[in-house]
């Protein structure tokens, strides 16, 4: 009997193997023949080949990936990125519970990504899936760049669109604080004696404060101090009413670290009616306009 129930082991074993060696080749063959389709621009053949493998394998990327061209090819996008959400939730699942990242994960995201960006422009939502991919994985080619951040952000304020501006600084930078320090080489001074104070040359404080764009603003002896995003301007011009003397200067927020910055200006008046400013301090860090 034994001898029996070791062959019919033997053949059950090779029975599987088989299948499993022919489920592989015939996803490996889908993969080709749905690649194919693509190429060919017959979009229904395409998806019929990348939905046969993912039911197969349901954690193979790259079908996911092959299924949402197609959509894309007929023109349904949401129907391609429910499937790439689909694939991102597998993959996040699978490296959650398995710490295995899947092959072709990155490409999800970043498949993902290039619809928000060609078909709707939706500058956020594709940020926000290149964000969450890094935050699960830490991959650096998930990560935004700053100079990407920083990009957007001037495209906004360029069409005045202030609150998506804003919104992209939230997600690139960190707040810094910057003091800046009136010396007046009469002696004296106060809080008072400053006119005005204007944020990139558009905004007064409030209006800066009420877009989000400066978080505080406070004054002190001789100092103010702002809690402002980098890659700001500011300009401050006022007087000195007991020697006519009057001052203008601007503040150029360029921090070098993504930690909180700590900066500390001069701003002195040439005599009754000239004008200072933080020239020194820009030629020093390289900032310009």
Not at 217 to 227: M, P, Q, R
Request: aromatic letters at 12%; hydrophobic letters at 40%.
């Amino acid at each position: 009997m034994k001898p029996r129930f070791l062959m019919i082991f033997m053949l059950i074993v090779i029975a599987m193997c088989t299948t499993a060696c022919s489920a592989k080749i015939d996803i490996e063959e889908q993969l080709a023949l749905g690649d194919r389709h693509l190429q060919e621009i017959n979009y229904e053949q395409a998806l019929v080949c990348y939905e046969k493998v993912i039911l197969v394998e349901p954690k193979n990327m790259t079908a996911y990936i092959g299924a949402a061209n197609a959509y894309m090819g007929q023109g349904k996008q949401e129907q391609a990125v429910a499937k790439l959400e689909a694939a991102m939730e597998i993959a996040e699942t699978s490296y959650k519970e398995e710490q295995i990242i899947l092959e072709d994960t990155v490409g999800v995201y970043l498949k993902a990504e290039s619809i928000y960006m060609d078909s709707n422009n939706n500058v956020l939502l594709a940020l926000d899936v290149l964000e969450r991919g890094y935050q699960v994985y830490k991959i650096d080619e998930l990560k935004v760049p700053k100079e990407r951040y920083l990009k957007l952000m001037q495209d906004y304020i360029e069409k005045d669109d202030y609150k998506n501006a804003i919104a992209i600084l939230e997600r690139g930078f960190e707040p810094v604080e910057v003091v800046a320090k009136i010396i007046n080489p009469y002696g004296g001074y106060h809080s008072e004696d400053i006119l005005s104070i204007e944020i990139n040359d558009k905004f007064t404080v409030e209006e800066a404060m009420e877009i989000g764009l400066l978080k505080s603003c406070h004054y002190d002896e001789g100092s103010f101090f702002l809690d402002i995003f980098p890659y700001t301007k500011v300009a401050i011009s006022g007087v000195f009413p007991h020697e006519g003397g009057k001052y203008i200067g601007t503040v150029y927020c360029f921090p070098t670290t993504e930690k909180q910055q700590f900066y500390e200006f001069e701003l002195w008046t040439r005599g009754c009616g000239a004008v200072g400013s933080f020239d020194k301090w820009v030629e020093r860090t390289g900032a310009v306009e």
